[in-house]
């Protein structure tokens, strides 16, 4: 018979993952470990560590989706040794970047005679430092070709998230940003003009601004430049971001002009990890023909098997994000896309009316389908006495789980402090309906316990966009 020592299997014998010797002590934090760990055991200490983090469903700051269809998740997997830069490798992921592109192009309605092109990218942020590199380029050019000096670009936006902070000072352009001011949080046609010169590279409306969820009004924007431009000879392009909104008008505002319709759009970049509803880490950026995207830009790459064509700020990433999107595409369609995110404005709509019969709040935006994107916005009402600010309020949400962001408005309007809410595909009616109870239990709880000294934004931490 065979014999058998105990020794054979020592190591083996703390089985129960918090009993064994090597979680009997802390593991390296800051320097890296000199041996190594079971699998089991480190993974059940990460796994730990993340409980720490909030829910992600009750995020509702976020414009990101949290909620995946299971077989997004077993795409991601099965993608996750996928270079998607690789395209000589994995021919068949180029491919489906290449039919999301197109699918894109059909979407926005680029005109049938034009050469259309694109690619994927890490996010909207990523896209849009693509577009805003391929207006600056276009101009340098023209303006080279003119005689003319090209030292001092600059960039017409309105309030925007920090990714055009970035691309303007990366890139050394000057950042015309409209401020908002009393009774106007968006960009105007009139405020346009007023900053326009032959130094400016473009135009950013933004479809869905982060501030309060709106959208800029891209043909009017664009109507006030064709006069411009016949009145002075000025051409300057519209880039729009649709970080948001580019997944959204088509289905739920189809008539509203802010696409390739309008000839003066030239490039529009969009994020698929947010009502793309892809995974996290998937964009696109589109331009409106071939020659609106500088030759000069684009690196020919042959050092992984074939020559290929890359026009990024990264290099190598998954193919996931890609392959996740073309099946939300397929899966959904049209229609699909529309009945998700029409339930979303449909519940954005219910809280708006629901939380302004709950306290001293103005809404600013409620969640119209062509105003702008599925979310609510509010501040208090001026001149009430609420025994609170919505910095306290947002604190006592959270001591419920729920990220509802307080913060003060861009300049001119830094007085104004409001909240907002995204409605995301998962945000449910339920969901929502849970979310009040707690409103109301917070407001409760302000009001019978009264605040000494309300919290500023740098005590509730702030919100940063």
């Not at 077989?71 to 099965?78: P, S, Y």
């Not at 000072?169 to 346009?192: C, Q």
């Not at 009945?339 to 708006?352: G, I, P």
Request: aromatic residues 10%; proline residues 6%; hydrophobic residues 35%.
């Amino acid at each position: 018979m065979t014999l058998h020592r105990k020794d054979a299997v020592r190591d083996q014998l703390d089985d129960e993952v918090f009993a064994s010797t090597d979680l009997t002590r802390a593991l390296p934090k800051y320097k890296f470990p000199d041996e190594e760990s079971e699998p089991r055991h480190v993974y059940q200490l990460v796994h730990d560590s993340l409980m720490l983090d909030g829910n992600s469903r009750q995020n509702l700051a976020t414009f990101c989706q949290t909620w995946l269809e299971p077989e997004v998740h077993t795409l991601m997997n099965e993608c996750i040794d996928k270079n998607m830069v690789d395209k000589d490798e994995y021919p068949q992921t180029a491919e489906l970047e290449a039919r999301c592109v197109h699918m894109l192009a059909d979407l926005w309605n680029s005109p049938e005679a034009a050469d259309t092109l694109g690619c994927s990218t890490t996010g909207s942020s990523e896209a849009a430092m693509l577009g805003g590199m391929a207006m600056k380029w276009r101009w340098r050019a023209r303006r080279q070709a003119e005689g003319k000096p090209a030292d001092r670009p600059n960039l017409v936006t309105g309030p925007v998230q920090v990714c055009w902070h970035k691309f303007t000072r990366y890139w050394d352009v000057e950042h015309r940003e409209i401020p908002m001011d009393k009774g106007r949080l968006l960009m105007t046609p009139e405020e346009v003009l007023s900053r326009c010169d032959e130094n400016t590279i473009g135009v950013v409306p933004t479809l869905g601004v982060t501030f309060t969820g709106q959208y800029e009004p891209v043909k009017a924007v664009s109507d006030s430049l064709d006069d411009l431009q016949k009145r002075t000879g000025l051409d300057i392009p519209i880039h729009v971001d649709g970080a948001s909104g580019g997944f959204l008008a088509p289905f739920c505002a189809p008539d509203l002009m802010w696409d390739f319709r309008v000839p003066r759009v030239k490039s529009i970049n969009a994020s698929g990890h947010k009502f793309g509803l892809a995974p996290l880490g998937g964009g696109w950026v589109l331009w409106r023909e071939a020659e609106d995207l500088p030759d000069d830009l684009i690196f020919n790459v042959n050092y992984l098997g074939g020559n290929m064509p890359d026009f990024a700020l990264n290099f190598s990433r998954p193919g996931g994000q890609v392959a996740a999107q073309y099946y939300n595409f397929l899966r959904l369609g049209k229609e699909g896309y529309r009945n998700v995110h029409s339930a979303c404005y449909e519940t954005a709509r219910f809280l708006a009316d629901e939380i302004a019969k709950l306290g001293p709040f103005e809404m600013i935006y409620r969640g119209e389908n062509d105003g702008g994107i599925p979310a609510l916005c509010w501040s208090l009402k001026e001149g009430a006495d609420a025994g609170f600010n919505l910095y306290d309020l947002a604190d006592r949400l959270r001591a419920r789980g729920w990220q509802v962001p307080a913060y003060s408005m861009p300049p001119n309007r830094k007085d104004l402090v409001v909240q907002r809410i995204l409605v995301r595909n998962g945000v449910s009616r339920d969901l929502a309906e849970l979310l009040l109870d707690d409103f109301r239990w917070a407001l409760e709880h302000l009001d019978s316990h009264p605040i000494a000294k309300s919290l500023s934004e740098e005590d509730a931490g702030g919100f940063s966009h």
